[in-house]
């Protein structure tokens, strides 16, 4: 089966697939929703972890000696660096989850902007009927993903080894499971189980990679990966349009 995938195009061009997609018309209003929930969200959070921050560093000024004083203007930037990563890392898995019936709205429009053919996937009811199996497929990932993420932090614990390699592995680790995160929507969107899901990606292990390397990458970096999500949706589904779509084609497509 692995040799019906296509492999010809790597994941980095699928994402910028992904950024060229998000602008297009009848796709916009699909990325603004779970977009502008993102911010909303990030920005009142910051909003309460800003004043504990100032609460914070007052108590710091009031224990620190005059000459040491110098510190604050030291430490405040470094410690909104600091909040500003950690907020984006926790809020991109928040939003996994909270997003997750828009994330694979969005899937679905991208493969009819792609292909010009409809899904029959429903109207806003039958998406209400079909939350509990959205929400129950992030479960499944969740499940993936935890019991691995541990075993790959025990790894840090290795002495010498464990602290050379592990940044490495990590990372590795984690282009996977954004690979897996993201690709996960257009499949879903056709019932396409996990585990079949997970064998195609590892069939086309070169592109799925360099996706979710791609992904993980531009993740990092706070602020900018607000966009990431739907850049990842589109980029994802136009890789499920070229590679995996004509294996994996069900009743969910329109006949031609």
Known sequence: MSSQFSTSKSGVNYFLDGLKLIRQPGLRSFVFIPLTINILLFATAFYFAFGQLQVLFDWLDSQLPEILSWLHFLLWPLAIIIMLISMSFVFSSVMNWLAAPFNGLLAEKVEQKLTEKPMYTGGTVDLLKDLPRILGREWQKLKYYLPRALLVLLLFFVPVLGQTVFPFVWFAFSAWMMAIQYCDYPFDNH???FDDMKFALKN????????????????????????????????????????????????NIAPE
């Open 191 to 193: 019932k396409v189980k």
């Open 204 to 251: 086309t292990k070169g592109s799925s990679f360099s996706f979710g390397a791609t992904v993980a990458l531009v993740s990092m970096i706070p602020i900018v990966n607000f966009i990431v999500m739907p850049v990842a949706i589109c980029g994802a589904t136009a890789m499920w349009v070229d590679k995996y779509r004509e294996v994996y084609r069900n009743s």
